[in-house]
């Protein structure tokens, strides 16, 4: 999805920045990559260029979890059980929400396996998201998708379904006419 | 290392089956390749087909632990640690090992961060293997590679280095000096 995003928006006029994990996924010539590799790494650099971009669309599947302790050696086996754990990362784009300026918007994806739309919703009040794309685990590794786009109070401003390119370009339009035209105006 | 010992076998007449985790690799055509996810479904696979086969090359790095627990549904972030508890998974290697018959025999590998060589005889005797092919981490994702191979008390038979390629073909090699003539001689 983020390199369908990128690539709609590009098309569509925008200067377009992508912060990406390694990913097997061709970006368009036309955008800025930012290749990073932790969770922590994506803040980062999200949080940087997020300064001089009018918005952010968090469509990355940044680790939730990371290892309390790395070890630089080889673990060996010993018989037994291994409890690993684990953290809490950064919140990218809740980080992102809780830093926009006047006139600054911020989308958000959730993907969720139980009570999607309740779930969403709670994440884009939590997140400060302008928007919040609610998907699900079929979208991972497919061709297409099928979101429910929603805005506050639960309310469902666009059902889309297609390949990736097409809800990513019908996306690009509601984000484009919701805040894109309104802040324009405003 | 997995493709370049099957292209290296295939080349030298050998019939090769390849028990195969979802990695990235381009097989030769001229071998069977049996894919599997799980190191449970390697061992099953690798087990069945080891019925049939002369010797088998163990140059897989399956998972070592697994979850004891699996969820079919998303885990919510709640604010707290995770706790992750691993149980060790099957070792293939060691299972053929076990149920070699007379003539077959086993390589198995070894990749060790600290006390190489030491750890690796240790893996042979405890994995009944033939032969043991020790490298390090700096064969993981490089094209070449730098291995020692070592038999019983510690000897090694072998230091080879080179492209993965040049080193299977040795490998090869000293397997077919070692093992295979022995056993067509015995």
Redesign the interface.
Known sequence: MGAALASAAASRGHEVVVVSGPVQVQYPDSVTVIPVVTTDEMLAAACEQFESCDGAIGAAAPC??QP?QMK???I??T??????????TADVIATLGQRKRKGQWVVGFA????DRRF?SIVKLEQKHCDLMVSNG?EAIDSDDNHVELLVGEGEVLASLQGTKEQVAIDLLAAIENRLIEKHLIG
Chains 1, 2 share one sequence.
């Open positions: 939730d979890y309390r630089t050696e080889k060996s086996k018989g037994d059980t291994l409890k690993l754990e684990l953290i809490e993907l969720e396996t139980e779930r685990p």
